[in-house]
């Protein structure tokens, strides 16, 4: 009587486990022609790399600066004449672009952007009005020497030459731009293009042309004077940005077409906050 008691408290106890097993075993097993197959499943969640945006900012933009020094030192360039560079800023907000997201997981890809912004130059300028009449042309600014201007007077006795420093200035002006771009993204790279056009704002007029001293030839050729109106753009650049990382690093060469300086090298900063 007793055996029997403890074979039916074993059986109590372990049916439920029994049944818990079995329910377990129909959860991980598949019926195929009426025949049970027990399966192993394992289930994993991982994170596909996209686009690092800013789903929750106000104004979804892609923030760029680029600081710029304008190219060209060779004879005609005044920073070979001044010693001192034209500097440039622009600071623009990528405001479409397409397709709006980029799997990261692809090798090779393609996007499209258009940008809106501004540039600020400083020009190294000259006040042309303030040369002498007996002005015969320029020496370049050295090391120990700033930019200098050669006149020469002729006199019953003889010809008088002197050397005097010449005075330059920097002359700054602000204009607005647009441009559409194309950018070939290699993972972490990106090689760009963009063109468009910069609205100049305000007439201005060209620094004049110098030339070396000579008792034949012009001290100096005056600079255009230039209205209002649009010059075009081109802009190529290569970036960095580390996977995940709303940062890109930049260098960035632009052209501009007309403009006293048309040549510019520099390197920015992008921050994505789509």
Known sequence: MTCARLLVCLF????????????????????????????????????????????????????????????????????????????????????????????????????????????????????????????????????????????SQQFDIGTETDTLDAVTGRTVTTAPFATVGLDAVLREWQVGIAGGLRYRPQSLKDRPVLNAPTLDGAAYVPGIQRNPGVDPMIQVRIAYQKDRSPWTFQLTGLWLSQAPQNQWLGAGVKYDAW
Not at 61 to 86: C, E, L, Q, Y
Not at 97 to 106: C, Y
């Open 12 to 151: 109590a106890v372990l049916a439920p486990v029994g049944a818990s097993a079995q329910g377990l075993m129909a959860q991980d097993s598949i019926v195929i022609d009426g025949v049970m197959l027990d399966v192993e499943a394992q289930v994993r969640f991982d994170s596909l790399p996209t686009d690092s945006r800013n789903t929750t900012a106000t104004f979804q933009a892609a923030w760029t600066v680029n600081a710029f020094i304008g190219g060209g030192r060779s004879a005609p360039g005044w920073w070979n004449w001044s010693g001192r560079p034209d500097v440039n800023l622009l600071c623009s907000a990528e405001l479409l672009r397409f397709p709006d997201k980029l799997d990261r997981r692809k090798r090779r890809q393609w996007q499209g952007h258009v940008d809106a912004g501004f540039m600020i130059a400083s020009l190294v300028s000259i006040d042309a009005s303030t040369f002498p009449d007996s002005l015969i042309g320029f020496l370049p600014a050295t090391a120990t020497a700033p930019l200098r201007m050669v006149t």
